[in-house]
């Protein structure tokens, strides 16, 4: 197992997890909203539909920093996640929205290591400079007096049941190169805390979850300056250690947990929530907002592609861990990455859709309408 610092101590449990997954308690009915997803692309509206006939409760969308407000000073561009807000709340479901991606007016970007220039992100979060930090918190304003309660979408369109956006992820896989090239646990909470200052001052019910992290990028074993990627239970402890005040400014936290197979899953989060213990913050409840396998052919290159039955298995796997330890785990959600297949975009991403090209159900989506108990059609 590949831990460092305090999180050895976390080990020794892993033997005893094992044994005691085998003899799980019966499946309890898990809370509501649970069952989600994450789409690459905007789901049309009869689309939107059928994710709500299959039981998903809630889908997570992206709002990009740099989408938009691409220059600085200029007028908001929403139209990309009105379009996902509307077809989503139309259709009945939740929106989570995870907010990212500074645009390279605000922060300067840099080329993500290993890639060879191919792709850049921001070099650091946007809290290193008064600038930085105001313009943040600016974008996330105009987000909650565009969503919120009484948000200017839900005036503009009227024949949208009104469904106030109230929770808000900050950031995603900040302890990833491809999403900040210098990952940095401490910006990290300031980010956290400046964003629950903005958040509340247009909304004071405005929740904040911890942005997803991914569990165990092998960036994180590199013994390099600035360090890549972190592991994700190494992230939330150091962000804790160096962030007094942090836990007040968050209702839960978030965890990518991708892994070769689904018997690893119990694992990271016992790990991971034993951190949340560690620091006093054991009551708060964790959310699953990515996981996943894809579907194209089992290569030795790629372990989580497993062909169409075996992401169904995974899935299943997975899904059924979630339920039988949802109380012990406080899981509060439960997001499948993602709803359509992406080709080319990341090493499973092309196949870890529930539909294929063309919106074609894949043997996974039967399987995910099992759990959440609606209709595949």
């Known amino acids: 197992m590949r831990m460092s610092g305090s999180i050895r101590a976390f080990a020794a449990t892993s033997m005893a997890l094992a044994v005691a997954l085998t003899a799980a308690p019966a499946a309890q009915a898990v809370p509501a909203k649970f069952w989600g997803v994450v789409p690459q692309a905007a789901p049309t509206a009869e689309q939107f539909q059928r994710l709500k006939r299959g039981g998903v409760d809630s889908v997570r969308v992206p709002i990009v920093w740099s989408s938009v407000q691409a220059a600085p ?45 191919a792709a850049t992100a921001p070099r650091n979060l946007p809290v290193r400079t008064g600038a930085q930090r105001a313009a943040w918190q600016a974008f996330l304003r ?9 948000g200017s979408f839900w005036l503009e369109n009227p024949t949208v049941p009104p469904r106030p956006i109230r929770t808000w992820q900050i950031w995603n896989e900040p302890n990833f190169k491809y999403f900040v090239v210098r990952p940095n646990p401490a910006e990290y909470g300031k980010l956290v805390k400046i964003s629950y200052t903005a958040l509340l001052s247009v909304d004071p019910g405005a929740k904040v979850v911890l942005a997803g992290l991914f569990s165990e990028p092998r960036e994180a074993l590199f013994k390099r300056a600035p360090r890549q990627a972190y592991f994700a239970t190494e ?72 062909g169409p039955q075996g992401q169904a298995k995974q899935l299943k796997g997975a899904f059924g861990l979630f339920k039988r330890w949802q109380a012990k785990w406080r899981l509060q959600r439960a997001y499948w990455f993602s709803v359509d297949d992406q080709p080319g975009s990341c090493n499973f991403c092309d ?21 959440a108990g609606g209709r595949p059609n």
């Open 235 to 306: 992230f939330l402890d150091r962000m804790y250690r160096s962030t007094p005040g942090i836990k007040s400014r968050f209702v839960g936290t978030a965890l990518h947990p991708y892994t070769p197979r689904y018997q690893e899953l119990g694992e990271d989060i016992e790990e991971f929530r034993g951190v949340m213990k560690e620091h006093g913050d054991a009551g708060k409840g964790l959310w699953i907002t990515e996981v996943s396998w894809s579907s194209q052919p089992p290569a030795l290159n790629n372990s989580f592609a497993k």
């Open 142 to 150: 105009l987000a909650v007096a565009r969503y919120g309660p009484n």
């Open 73 to 117: 000073g200029g007028t908001a561009d929403w139209s990309g996640v009105d379009t996902l807000v509307r077809g989503a709340t139309q259709a009945g479901l939740e929106v989570l929205p995870f907010a990212y991606g500074a645009p390279s007016w605000a922060v300067p970007y840099g080329v993500v290591p290993g890639t060879g220039g």
């Open 351 to 371: 196949g870890s859709g529930l539909f294929a090209s063309g919106f074609v159900p894949k043997r996974s989506w039967f399987a995910f309408v099992g759990f």
